[in-house]
DNA sequence: GTCTGTGAACAACTTCACAGCC
DNA sequence: GGCTGTGAAGTTGTTCACAGAC
């Protein structure tokens, strides 16, 4: 489709690699948690290992926000704290609402993870009219009917779905159409949203299919090559290896626009 | 560390890349849609879009796992279901334990999508005393003393955590030390785990964080570069180039395991 | 001497484009 | 004509290794 040459045609400012962008609340994670033991400066060497990454890759990565370290001592941890945060835009408010108050729902609204960051649970919704009005995490359910309403009362650009997956793409289409225009998908199933409109999705049982591929690999490893079997006898990175892959999802693109 | 060059030693019978195997699930999902309404064959076109991706990675994706489709037909449905839950290894029965029943715990206990893949929910592990017996999802809850037990009996080797932060390491310790060798963590830490162990983790927090980045960025071109504003009038796939990013993580290695 | 910042080399992943089979 | 399977080209991401600042 169109001319299929030259990608990403306008839109990029400065172009943070999406890589280096899906590692930042890592480093913005492991920062506040110095930043709680009021540690001053921290080497990439130990800002990496506290991540998870190493340390390589996290200079590169702060390399495309800027020079905010300083060479022979280290990153000052609070200056990084709000530069990060502020290159995800976690230094504004970003009211979010969530859709299915089932299990999965009443977590994601009791989870504190979201508060701290700069997120606002807006509104919690459901389709259930038993629902109504009953409290969870302090927030009262309110109706699907008034899904429209609510969005644009508060000003919400960010939707989380956490309806079973047969109504998912309906509610996705209700809330693009109100304005909101990131939907994070906790429904099995594939969304289709217009252009504009970013979608990501957490698939818990896609978590699991993953680990149990590497299981088996392993299982099938202990018998057949020789090689040392698997009570921790293996000298080298063999799970580092095998455990650095990619992430959920390959890419929810804007699927299916027509 | 190591000599540092020639990576991925041993480890790699047929090698199929962790990207297609991050797909996999995508596509088996898909696949068992069409399967369930009887539909005999399919083409790369349609179950990539069914899927969510292009269909000339679809089509390399199932190179690495064989010759499964024919040429000017497609692909077998059926016949794809069993090759790629093979490749998974979903047919086997993988029995896991969820550790920490709290809101998160109790919706990973009574989300279908794990049974419905030869996932087993062997045990469900909490630390308060006052849970114990208690059943969620028609499965009692165990007392935190027993893990150990509880997984040699089982012969449970993916343990899934959803715990608080605090206590996940621990659990992981425990779990590890039992036997376990696949880990999927909902805590919000870096797990430390011995060669040899798996992690993957999900964090609801670092998803909306992404999204915030890029809700952020297409506010700051709305006012700046006015080159169409949002009001869905972008020609071309804008969306779908922002948006084609590469998950929640970057990776899990086996960190710091000294 | 320590530690950052970064070009250059390397590796992984994606997309193109078309040969080969139906 | 239709569609898969796959080398080759292109793109993105990671690691190396060292110059340069402290």
Redesign the interface.
């Known amino acids: ?2 001319t299929g040459r030259t ?5 990029r ?1 400065r172009g943070i690699p ?2 280096t ?6 480093y ?3 920062l506040t948690a110095l930043s709680e033991r009021s540690v001053p400066t921290v080497s990439s060497e130990e800002l990496a ?5 190493n340390s390589a ?1 996290l200079r590169k990565d702060f390399s495309y926000l800027g020079s905010y370290g300083t060479r022979g001592v280290g990153y000052d941890v609070e200056y990084l704290v709000y530069q990060i945060s502020r ?4 230094t ?1 408010d ?1 009211p ?1 609402v969530i859709v299915g108050i ?3 729902g ?3 609204a ?2 504190g ?2 508060a ?4 606002r649970v807006a509104a919690l919704i459901d389709a259930d009219p038993a629902m109504a009005g009953k409290p969870v995490a302090g927030i009262p359910v309110q109706h699907t009917d008034d899904l429209e309403k609510i969005i644009k009362d508060n000003g919400v ?2 939707g ?1 779905i956490a309806t079973p997956a047969g109504a998912a793409q309906q509610v996705c289409d209700r809330l693009v159409a109100a304005g909101v ?4 998908n906790f429904a ?1 199933t ?1 969304l289709s ?8 999705k ?17 299982a ?2 202990e018998t ?2 020789g ?1 040392g079997g ?1 009570p ?1 006898a ?1 000298p ?21 626009p027509a």
Chains 1, 2 share one sequence.
């Open positions: 489709m169109a990608h990403r045609p306008a839109t400012s999406e890589a962008v899906a590692r930042l609340p890592l913005l994670r492991a290992a506290a991540a998870g990454v890759k290159e995800l835009g976690l504004q970003w979010v089932g299990n999965l009443a977590a994601l009791n989870y993870g979201f701290s960051r700069g997120f650009s960010i989380v225009t990131s939907i994070l099995p594939v949203v217009p252009d504009g409109v970013d979608v990501r957490v698939d818990l049982s896609i978590e699991l299919q993953i680990l149990a591929f590497h299981e088996q690999r392993k099938g490893e057949a090559a090689d698997l921790a293996a080298r990175g063999v799970a580092a290896d095998t455990s650095a892959d990619q992430g959920p999802d390959g890419d929810v693109p804007a699927v299916m």
